[in-house]
């Protein structure tokens, strides 16, 4: 064995594909059958992608570098149940192109966030977490009032549905009209927000000015958003439960 | 630079740094707004900074005829430079995204400055900036050397390490204008990503080349790890990186990977840029200046070879454990568990073979601090790769997991492993490299080492206290079944260990700046060439 290596030493080209080798198999085991095995996830019927709307909150989530401090992941242990609300399951993050599971707590998990708190709440709690947390140490983020730009909005929904989002012919089209009608639920384009997207997802004037579309709007609706895009880890915990 | 360098070569440069302006103008031009347009522009002024240079030398002197029996040492010189400028950026930023922690107002209110965005600037400044750059330098020299001949070209190293440099500045700039891709220590743009390829093919293929012309019959341990380092992340970076840009004009994409699949080959590469970024080059660096420093032969050449192919084999599997009781399936979980705890065996082997070749050299280590780094750093090496196989336990990581914990044990290894090594070997390599034997100030290499001991201990035992304090206070219940603490009270516990993190970080910076000034002086008072020569005359090119 060591006469082997002591010949392989010789040879850069052997010590290069000796090294491919031995830093491929692990990678290969794990992640291959993580696409093969049907249970690792299973997508539940009334999963849904997120809107235009909430797409352009979740990048400026992601441009403000929120997944630095908070997860979006509840493990299955008690306490994070008993603060945050059932685990994750792996279905919630098959839409996200990247996943923001994150990887540290400086502040609290974000999984279960929607509809927790009022969209008055998160609005002056962006900017200016210490106006309704004393004790906060997050940033403040008081440019979330400028206007939103929505002109990457409808090449976005395309480039995700080529990855396999459900996002229809119609999604991408009407992506910018959509973004506004969710925060102008009594405007005309309402219907047809309704129509592609159906009641669920939350329409409302997020950041309480009617008269503009703003980064605010984005975000909050983002936020509202998060856990609520199918009911499946409530139903699991409830028949657990019984 | 460009004395060095023959007139051919100076043409060949000039034809790179035209094209390189070319693509900035392109870039420039197709994106016409945006960070990527901003990075056009500066690629631009890049590519026609370094035609001006080249041009306006293409009719000075000839470079020395005996230049090809001398090592060629310019581009580490210059390396090592950009290693210590990115050592003072990276840390102090570090320091000042520590300080916001303690004290959030403490930044200006543009969204350039807010904490987000400047958290992956002090990453990647140190992982890509400081890391990298002393990787690739201290590379070269050790190739070099061990190989016993001048490196294969003289114009791809310079490419290698100004190419490197303006990814790295792509990337903290992108970063500070709102242009990541979020994925932890690859943050950026599919361009910035695929510019990255391309010098690493560059710097691939000039290793190969240079171990092609070698006067030794056996390619020594160093360069095995410098290779494992130069491959894996190589593999690491295209496979986490593949993604869809949402327009070829505007920095935007989405990776192709989503939710689960995603978070695996996230860990798989963050884990592995641990290990093939922040390990096994510098274990590289340390199996060959320790044995320089310390005038004595590596311990046990057998124990090397067990250490570096269970390096390489092990540390893939290991990434999962980052995902204990997430929603990546069980099986995955405890594979990353499993090989995280075999992983210790080659990591103490490494440890224990660079503490072994100290013995009969004790005397050195209490005399020379240069020395006294590379032990610390082995003794830091040991430490953190115990806490790393005793934190992948599944129930230990419910605990430490999102913690601050996992904070204190990653700058165990970067503050205490790998950027000890790094300073023990530039302390090594620049007098060697100005023609001298010592540093300008001996006094000061020993405050640095001080400064630098006494920072970390500061900052990896407060983040020890913050991360347990932190772990305990969130799954503590009262009797009547209710949890113990709310989430802000938590945050509250925390702001003593902000405070001492912020200034062991401080003083740690203080020990780099301090290095940084004592380098440079070194290097200004330069009197010639490094004395040592490869063995055997190049014949002529």
């Keep these: 064995m060591l006469k082997l290596h002591y010949n392989l030493e010789k040879i850069s080209m052997g010590l290069v594909a000796a090294i491919i080798l031995a830093a491929s198999v692990g990678g290969i085991v794990e992640i291959a059958p993580l696409f093969t095995i049907d249970e690792t996830v299973e997508l539940p019927d009334d999963l849904r992608p997120h809107t235009p709307l909430e797409l352009a909150g979740r990048e400026i989530y992601i441009r403000e570098g929120c997944y630095a401090c908070h997860s979006q992941m509840v493990r299955s242990l008690a306490d994070e149940l008993d603060r945050y609300g059932p685990y994750s399951l792996a279905s919630e993050s098959a839409y996200d192109h990247p996943m923001l599971w994150g990887s540290k707590r400086t502040g609290p998990d974000l999984a279960r966030l929607g509809e927790k708190y009022s969209d008055a709440w998160h609005v002056a709690h962006l900017i200016n977490p210490r106006d309704v947390v004393p004790a906060s140490i997050m940033p403040s983020y008081p440019w979330l009032t400028r206007s939103l730009d929505t002109e990457l909005l409808s090449p976005s929904l395309a480039t995700l549905a080529r990855l396999g989002v459900p996002y229809d012919e119609a999604m991408i089209a009407a992506a910018d009209a959509d973004a506004a009608a969710q925060s102008r639920p009594d405007s005309d384009a309402m219907d047809g927000f309704i129509e592609r997207y159906g009641e669920r997802p939350a329409a409302r004037d997020f950041d309480g000015d009617p008269s503009r579309l703003t980064e605010m709007d984005a975000v909050v609706a983002y936020l509202q958003s998060l856990g609520t895009l199918t009911d499946a880890p409530y139903q699991i915990l409830t028949e657990g439960g019984q | ?541």
């Design chain 2, 1 to 541: 630079m460009t004395a060095s360098l023959t007139v051919a070569e100076r043409r060949i440069g000039l034809l790179i740094s035209i094209l390189l302006a070319l693509m900035g103008l392109v870039m420039a031009a197709a994106a016409g707004h945006g960070v990527m347009s901003l990075h056009g522009f500066m690629a631009l002024a890049l590519g026609l900074g370094l035609a001006f240079i080249l041009g306006g030398s293409l009719y000075e002197a000839e470079a020395p005829a005996d230049r090809l029996s001398r090592y060629y040492d310019a581009p580490t010189r210059f390396g090592i430079s950009m290693t210590l400028i990115w050592a003072m950026i990276g840390m102090a930023v570090g320091v000042w995204v520590a300080a916001l922690l303690y004290w959030p107002e403490g930044t200006p209110a543009w969204p350039a400055t807010s904490f987000g965005r400047l958290r992956p600037v002090h990453t990647t400044g140190i992982i890509f900036g400081f890391g990298g750059n002393a990787l690739i330098a201290t590379s070269f020299h050790v190739l070099q050397r061990t190989s016993r001949a001048r490196l294969a070209d003289s114009v791809s190293p310079w490419a290698v390490l100004i190419g490197y440099n303006l990814f790295c500045v792509w990337a903290v700039t992108g970063y500070m204008l709102g242009s990541t891709q979020s994925k932890e220590y690859a943050e950026a743009e599919w361009y910035a990503d695929i510019w990255l390829v391309v010098i690493w093919v560059t710097y691939f293929v000039l290793y190969l080349r240079t171990l092609a012309r070698r006067n030794e019959p056996h390619i020594y341990v160093a360069n095995w790890y410098y290779l494992a380092f130069i491959l894996v992340v190589a593999m690491l970076h295209i496979v986490n990186n593949l993604a869809l840009p949402v327009q070829w004009t505007s920095a935007e994409s989405f990776p192709i990977w989503a939710g689960v699949q995603d978070a695996m080959v996230q860990w798989w590469y963050g884990h592995n840029a641990v290990a093939f970024f922040l390990t096994s080059g510098f274990l590289g660096m340390l199996y060959y200046f320790l044995p320089v420093r310390s005038g004595r032969p590596i311990w046990s050449y057998r124990l090397s070879i067990v250490s570096f192919w269970g390096i390489v084999f092990f540390y893939i599997w290991v990434g999962s454990h980052h995902l204990h009781y997430t929603a990546l399936p069980f099986w995955a979980q405890t594979l990353g568990m499993t090989f995280s705890i075999m992983l210790l065996v080659p990591s103490w082997a490494s440890a224990g073979n660079a503490i072994a070749t100290l013995n009969g050299a004790w005397h050195k280590v209490r005399d020379d601090a240069t020395l006294r780094f590379m032990f610390v750093a082995a003794v830091f090496y040991g430490l953190s790769t115990f806490e790393g196989s005793f934190l992948a336990i599944r129930p230990v990581n419910s605990l430490s997991h999102y913690t601050d914990w996992t904070v204190g044990h990653v700058h165990s290894g970067t503050l205490g492993w790998v950027a000890m090594i790094v300073f023990g070997a530039i302390y090594t390599i620049v007098p060697q490299l100005s023609g001298k034997t010592d540093m300008a100030s001996a006094t000061a290499v020993e405050w640095h080492f001080w400064l630098a001991v006494s920072g970390t201990l500061i900052y990896v035992i407060s983040m020890w206290n913050a991360g347990i304090t932190q772990g305990l206070m969130w799954r503590a219940y009262e009797e009547n079944g209710a949890l113990s603490y709310s989430f802000v009270e938590s945050v509250e516990a925390m702001a003593p260990y902000y405070l001492l993190r912020t200034i062991g970080g401080g003083l740690f910076l203080a020990g780099a700046v301090i290095c940084a000034w004592n380098c440079r002086v070194t290097m200004r008072r330069a009197v010639g060439h490094a004395t040592d020569r490869p063995l055997v005359a190049q014949p002529a090119e």
